[in-house]
């Protein structure tokens, strides 16, 4: 190999290198304690216009819980289904009423509701910012998890002007 050919190819690696790092920063966006606020007392509130007394609560894009809002009477049950279905929401970004049906018509997907933290009941729903997953929603203790996502859907049609 000649000196010169030497040279590109170290040139060439560097770049490489240089590349690979650059990589390595990502920049995402975030939804804020207010957003996350909002999005939870506004899907309480859907609930209890229609009678149901419910949990809702908000996850960031890691799962982590960032609020979470129970309506006076909602059923203690209401706080875990209503954090594990958000959890669930963001862990797969899709909402756990397709998960759930997934889960019921694919053997191979039976056992994912055996994930710790899952819950693959209809009430979940993810949070997106474009087309980016910033977190998820879930409302627990209507009397059916169809009711539950109708709740979180109007929680997120509370912020949803502001999530992008």
């Known amino acids: 190999m000649t000196r010169i050919n030497k040279v590109a190819v170290v040139a060439a690696f560097a770049l490489i290198s240089t ?22 007392a506004a899907a309480v509130e859907a609930c209890a216009a229609k009678g149901y007394l419910v949990s809702a ?15 006076d009477g909602a059923g203690p049950h209401t706080l ?17 009423t397709a998960l759930m049906e997934i889960a019921q018509k694919n053997p191979g997907a039976a056992n994912l509701g055996q994930i710790n933290g ?23 203790g209507a ?3 169809h009711l539950d996502d109708q709740c979180a859907e109007a929680g997120i049609a509370k912020i949803k002007d502001r999530l992008n």
């Open 19 to 40: 590349t690979a790092l650059a990589q390595g920063v990502r920049t995402e966006k975030n939804m804020s304690l207010a957003l996350a606020n909002e999005a939870a």
């Open 57 to 71: 609560a908000v996850v960031d894009r890691a799962g982590q819980l960032k609020a979470l809002h129970r309506a």
């Open 80 to 96: 875990s289904s209503s954090r594990r279905k958000a959890y669930t929401a963001a862990s797969v970004r899709d909402s756990t």
């Open 118 to 140: 899952f819950l693959l009941l209809g009430g979940g729903l993810p949070i997106r910012a474009g087309n980016e997953v910033i977190g998820a929603i879930g409302v627990g």
């Open 143 to 145: 009397p059916g998890g």
